[in-house]
């Protein structure tokens, strides 16, 4: 496994980094790690004083009808090779005419562990754009217009995730919902059905405010962005100014373009454009926000965590390489979903590219509904 904290190639935008890790092992201890595994699996006829169980997983098979099979890596207990075990969403046994119709190929445990440095490479650290500073705060100039989001039915949407409909299936967990505009935000040339262009020494600057109250944080989306030459878009805390992300220059696909997540209740949106070019040419549209309700920080991990989960903290020696886990968020069809992922290293000693390993239930897809554009981490995740 990589552990090379840099950005991978997946990620659009990087959010800020925290870490939970300062309790204590609260899960070593001599128990089988894997009790279901060993329970289900003495019960088809591997029983716990024949055969250990190392690891289980699960895969969507090539040929499959998109469910998942779970796969059992299991050592004889009196020696002799380790074997894998596969099992269908009904509990039945996988035999070896089965696994070849659905395509689950063997599985080669004898690649050898690639390691890369855990710390930026220098040349990637010096070219590493600096924080964008709002040209509002640069200029003194106040923000010309604002949007006032209604509230949230949180005790609704808290039902429903308790409910499970936000995420059915085994999914990411939702963390932020949709806030429609009922009437989008609209910029062509000098004309905006909010905020106004304002003059400043250096060009013009149209800027709106967007307040949803409660939210810890929120992603505003861009259904339209067309700039001319040198012109950019920032967001920023407006409480905060510090807090900006950009500079955002023009849509990425048909998906749209989100920012990344601004931790305010008021983010402003700020278009820029330099003496140099013209405003005439500016196209923005912004139809909806997501309004986080949970602070990824705050995520409970212990009660949802399987018995097959290994807490870091009772393992010293893997300290460094849980520096490349990340938590992820990104667009879902119910609203800003939570999943985790880690870097792996390529098995290419010569390169350097940062891949970045997560489930096909968090991530699968690049649409409107689901954006893997839409992806942003934070480093330095853990629980």
């Given amino acids: 496994m990589g552990t090379c904290l840099s950005l991978m190639a997946l990620v659009v935008t990087s959010a800020a980094s925290f870490a939970q890790s300062d309790g204590d092992?609260?899960?070593?201890?001599?128990?089988?790690?894997?009790?279901?595994?060993?329970?289900?699996?003495?019960?088809?006829?591997?029983?716990?004083?024949?055969f250990v169980v190392l690891l289980t997983w699960n895969e969507v098979p090539r040929n499959g009808d998109g469910g998942l099979v779970t796969g059992y890596r299991l050592a004889p207990s009196r020696g002799g090779e380790p074997l894998d075990v596969y099992s269908d969403a009904d509990g039945a046994l996988l035999d070896d005419d089965r696994m070849a119709a659905l395509g689950i190929r063997a599985k080669n445990w004898d690649l050898a562990p690639v390691s890369k440095e855990t710390e930026l490479p220098r040349s990637v650290a010096k070219a590493l754009a600096a924080r964008p500073v709002p040209k509002c705060?640069?200029?003194?100039?106040?923000?010309?217009?604002?949007?006032?989001?209604p509230p949230i039915d949180l005790e609704l949407v808290r039902l429903e995730d308790a409910l499970g409909e936000s995420t059915p299936g085994k999914g990411a967990k939702r963390i932020g919902v949709f806030q429609e505009l009922s009437d989008p935000v609209v910029?062509?040339?000098?004309?905006?059905?909010?905020?106004?262009?304002?003059?400043?020494?250096?060009?013009?600057?149209?800027?709106?405010?967007?307040?949803?109250?409660?939210?810890?944080?929120?992603?505003?989306?861009f259904s339209g962005l067309s700039l001319p030459h040198a012109a950019e878009v920032v967001v920023y805390d407006a409480n905060d100014p510090d807090e900006a992300y950009g500079p955002?220059?023009?849509?990425?696909?048909?998906?749209?373009?989100?920012?990344?997540?601004?931790?305010?209740?008021?983010?402003?949106?700020?278009?820029?454009?330099?003496?140099?070019?013209?405003?005439?040419?500016v196209l923005l549209e912004i139809d909806r926000t997501v309004h986080l309700y949970i602070n990824p920080g705050s995520l409970p991990w212990q009660k949802a965590a399987g018995s097959c989960n290994l807490d870091v903290v009772c393992y010293p020696d893997w300290t460094t390489t849980a520096r490349g886990i990340g938590g992820i968020g990104l667009i879902g069809d119910s609203g800003y979903l939570?999943?985790?992922?880690?870097?792996?290293?390529d098995t290419n000693t010569e390169t350097s590219i940062p891949y970045f390993l997560t489930?096909?239930?968090?991530v699968d897809r690049q649409d409107k509904a689901r954006a893997a554009?839409?992806?942003?981490?934070?480093?330095?995740?853990?629980?």
């Fill in 338 to 345: 939570w999943c985790t992922g880690t870097l792996i290293a």
């Fill in 248 to 281: 955002y220059l023009a849509l990425g696909d048909d998906a749209g373009l989100w920012s990344a997540t601004c931790f305010s209740d008021e983010a402003v949106v700020e278009c820029y454009v330099p003496r140099t070019a013209d405003v005439d040419d």
């Fill in 373 to 383: 554009s839409s992806i942003e981490v934070y480093w330095l995740f853990q629980t």
């Fill in 187 to 221: 910029v062509v040339g000098d004309s905006a059905t909010v905020g106004t262009w304002r003059r400043v020494d250096g060009g013009a600057i149209w800027s709106a405010s967007i307040h949803s109250p409660n939210a810890v944080g929120q992603r505003i989306h």
């Fill in 137 to 149: 705060i640069k200029w003194n100039t106040a923000v010309s217009g604002s949007i006032s989001l």
């Fill in 25 to 50: 092992c609260v899960s070593c201890g001599g128990d089988p790690v894997f009790p279901e595994a060993a329970e289900f699996l003495a019960a088809k006829g591997y029983p716990p004083e024949d």
């Fill in 359 to 362: 489930a096909d239930h968090c």
